[in-house]
C-alpha cells in the first residue's frame, strides 16, 4: 500500500479495521468542531432539503471537512482520496459493527433523511408519512 505509511499483512483484519474506525472517528469528531458544524448549518440552509441544492452545497463541505482528517493517515487530498476512504469503510461494514455504525452516523449528519416508497410501490408521486 503505497502512501499510507503503513504495511498490514493480508491476515491482519482486524488491526486494518481498527485503523480505519479510529480515522472514521477522527472525521465524526471533526464534523462535530464549532467551525465545521457552522459550515455544515449554512449550507444546509443554502439547500432547503433540496435534494439538488444539498449535491451543490452540502457535498462539497462535507468533502472538504473529510479531506482536511484522512490526508494525514496517507489519503490523498482530493474528492478521490474520500471516494477510496468511504469505499475503504463500506468494505468494512458488515465484518465490524462498531464501523458500520459509525459509517451510519456519519452519513445522517450529511445526507438528508428520506422517506422512500417501498420498490415498485407506484409510479411518480411524492412518498408522504
Not at 491482519?12 to 472517528?25: E, F, I, P
Not at 476512504?85 to 459509525?102: G, V
Request: charged residues 20%; glycine residues 10%.
Amino acid at each position: 500500500q503505497a502512501g499510507s505509511g503503513r504495511m498490514w499483512r493480508p491476515g491482519d483484519l482486524t488491526a486494518k479495521s481498527s485503523y480505519h474506525a479510529a480515522v472514521l472517528a477522527e472525521v465524526i469528531k471533526a464534523f462535530g468542531a464549532p467551525e465545521n458544524a457552522q459550515r455544515m448549518e449554512e449550507a444546509r440552509d443554502n439547500a432547503c432539503n433540496d435534494m439538488g441544492k444539498m449535491l451543490q452545497f452540502l457535498l462539497p463541505v462535507a468533502t472538504q471537512i473529510q479531506q482536511d482528517v484522512i490526508k494525514a493517515y496517507g489519503f490523498s487530498n482530493d474528492g478521490e482520496g474520500v471516494l477510496k476512504f468511504a469505499r475503504l469503510i463500506k468494505s468494512y461494514e458488515s465484518q465490524d459493527p462498531e464501523i458500520a455504525s459509525m459509517s451510519g452516523k456519519l452519513k445522517s449528519m450529511f445526507l438528508p433523511p428520506m422517506t422512500l416508497p417501498p420498490h415498485g410501490a407506484g409510479t411518480g408521486g411524492v412518498a408522504t408519512s
